[in-house]
């Protein structure tokens, strides 16, 4: 999934911060407990008062992903 969202990291990191968590350390596997998530890879977009609008667990299709940051980044406009 890396390259993926290396992607769509470089078509919206002007609109939106990308942040990396690595579930297989300590601090990632805290961060996972608390966002409730059941496995990795996992996706989260929040708005920028960082409330949820969006969660997605498993391997998704770059289409997915770049749709649900397109209809989540217009909504905030």
């Not at 969202?5 to 805290?30: C, H, K, Q």
């Not at 966002?35 to 289409?63: C, M, N, T």
């Amino acid at each position: 999934m890396q390259p993926i969202v290396d992607r769509l990291e470089v078509a919206y990191g002007n609109r939106m911060t990308f942040l990396r968590v690595d579930a297989l350390t300590r601090d990632g596997m805290r961060a996972f407990g608390r966002a409730g998530f059941p496995g990795h890879p996992a996706y989260l977009i929040l708005k920028p008062d960082g409330s949820e609008v969006w969660r997605a667990v498993g391997k998704q299709e770059e289409q997915t992903l770049a749709a649900a940051i397109e209809q989540r980044l217009t909504s905030l406009q």
